[in-house]
């Protein structure tokens, strides 16, 4: 159900993905910092098993749509997933 609305263009909530300052990630560089999803691992996990041809998206049509069957412009309207990057301290 997820999905199909995501599809539908429904609201999706932010996944948060929680940065650590590390001495041997290069410092302040945020890519290389180790992280941690905080919250929204079931809706990364369900678009990265779409991504992957796990499983497919029903709609509320009823209608089963698969990655693989989506062509570049409709991957290029897909509607974002917005990551938050928080930074909480390790305690």
Same mark, same amino acid.
Do not use: C
């Given at each position: ?8 263009g429904g609201a999706v909530p932010t996944i948060y ?16 910092? $180790?992280? *941690?999803?905080? @919250? #929204?691992?079931q809706r990364f996990l369900a678009i990265k098993r ?5 499983? $497919?998206? *029903?709609?509320? @049509? #009823? ?20 990551? #938050?990057?928080?930074?909480?301290g390790r305690a």
């Amino acid at each position: 159900m997820y999905l199909g609305h995501f599809l539908e263009g429904g609201a999706v909530p932010t996944i948060y993905v929680q940065r650590y300052e590390s001495s041997e990630t290069g410092g302040p560089d945020w890519l290389r910092r $180790p992280m *941690e999803m905080v @919250d #929204g691992k079931q809706r990364f996990l369900a678009i990265k098993r779409w991504m992957s041809g796990e499983i $497919p998206v *029903e709609t509320t @049509d #009823g209608t089963l749509y698969w990655f693989k069957d989506t062509n570049e412009n409709a991957r290029r309207s897909l509607p974002f997933v917005h990551i #938050g990057f928080i930074d909480l301290g390790r305690a």
